[in-house]
């Protein structure tokens, strides 16, 4: 298996609502990534687990929380959220371990907040 | 942080032709990743340039690292419709993995 999946494909939340998107990979890489990505913008990162701990956020507001539940798992938790948050969230890993690695992206979520 | 500028944001070519995309950094590269998005897609992983000065080929496309480790470029010859898409490169910045440039959107006209 070589792919990163993420589910659901599509989201369309109210700002009062709870939501949680979820990725996974069965590649036995060990570090994961949340990126946004806005519409003809490059993604842009936003958090980092590194053997199932979280080693990197870049500043994001807390309404984003992220989990890392094992190895394979990445979920990122929606709370509040605000209509600008409206993007394409992309999961990625990598096998961890060196420096130099490719980034497998998933499909991505397209989050839609009303 | 370093910053990594690409040029240009958008490029149409005819069927074809050829196609560059140049990415420059304020700062020393320990390595570059050039990646492809297709329209509605997600990016994928194309190539990683490590040393100075490398050039690499995968079929039409040819990757170049620049001898100061601060540029890099992508060369497409005789574009198809199938190269449609944006590309982006991207490097390591201070403790963040990986920082994309901007991309180069290039559409190609049939």
């Known amino acids: 298996d070589t792919e990163v999946t993420q589910t659901p494909k599509h989201l369309v939340m109210g700002m009062t609502n709870k939501k949680s998107l979820k990725c996974e990979q069965h590649?036995?890489?060990?570090?994961m990534y949340w990126y946004k990505q806005k519409a003809k913008k490059p993604p842009e990162l936003m958090f980092v687990?590194?053997?199932?701990?979280?080693?990197i956020n870049e500043s994001v507001p807390s309404r984003f929380s992220p989990e890392c539940p094992n190895s394979s798992l990445l979920n990122l938790h929606l709370h509040a959220l605000q209509p600008e948050d409206s993007a394409l969230y992309l999961c990625?890993?990598?096998?961890?371990?060196?420096?130099?690695?490719?980034?497998?992206f998933g499909p991505g979520t397209r989050l839609t907040v009303l | 942080g370093q910053q990594v500028m690409q040029i240009p944001q958008y490029q149409h070519v005819q069927e074809g032709e050829d196609f560059t995309t140049y990415c420059n950094s304020s700062t020393t590269l320990s390595n570059i990743q050039w990646y492809k998005q297709r329209p509605g897609g997600h990016p994928v992983f194309l190539i990683q340039?490590?040393?100075?000065?490398e050039v690499k080929k995968q079929k039409r496309l040819t990757f170049q690292f620049g001898e100061a480790k601060k540029n890099s470029s992508l060369h497409i010859t005789a574009t198809q419709t199938t190269d449609v898409g944006t590309y982006f490169c991207?490097?390591?910045?201070?403790?963040?993995?990986?920082?994309f440039g901007k991309g180069t959107r290039l559409s190609v006209i049939a």
């Open positions: 590649m036995g890489h060990r570090a």
């Open positions: 990625a890993s990598r096998p961890g371990g060196g420096a130099y690695n490719e980034q497998f």
């Open positions: 687990y590194s053997y199932e701990k979280l080693s």
């Open positions: 991207a490097g390591p910045s201070g403790n963040t993995p990986l920082v």
């Open positions: 340039l490590v040393k100075s000065g």
